[in-house]
């Protein structure tokens, strides 16, 4: 039974930096895509990054390219996302999702989110 579950949220100030751990159990990473995916208050649902598995790319949403950095530890079936410089409008529930196979697109299972909230 794919699990996800997601930690290292909180409430910081603008310019600061967060990271997020997802931890998985049920599968291996390399079995799926993995996507960090957010939703802000009165907002759509908002792909953040993805790690593919058919060829290995990252991808960022325009809105964190250069600010967020995902990571993985195959040892301990997690995956991070490093949150660096830190906006308001980064404030959201982030979760970690796979994706239904081994490509960026589309979500299979969820965890149930980690909540950051960003203050000016």
């Known amino acids: 039974q794919v699990q996800l579950v997601e930690s290292g949220g909180g409430s910081v100030e603008v310019g600061h930096s967060l990271r997020l751990s997802c931890a998985a159990s049920g599968f291996t990473l390399d079995t799926y895509a993995i996507v960090w995916i957010r939703q802000g208050p009165g907002k759509e649902r908002e792909g953040v990054s993805c790690?593919?598995?058919?060829?290995?790319?990252?991808y960022y949403g325009d809105a964190v390219k250069g600010r967020f950095i995902i990571s993985e530890d195959n040892a301990k079936n997690t995956v991070y996302l490093q949150m660096n410089n830190l906006k308001p409008e980064d404030t959201a529930v982030y979760h970690c999702?796979?994706?239904?196979?081994?490509?960026?697109?589309?979500?299979?299972?969820w965890g149930q989110g980690t909540q950051v909230t960003v203050s000016s």
């Open positions: 999702a796979t994706a239904p196979g081994r490509i960026c697109q589309g979500y299979a299972s």
């Open positions: 790690i593919s598995r058919s060829d290995g790319r990252i």
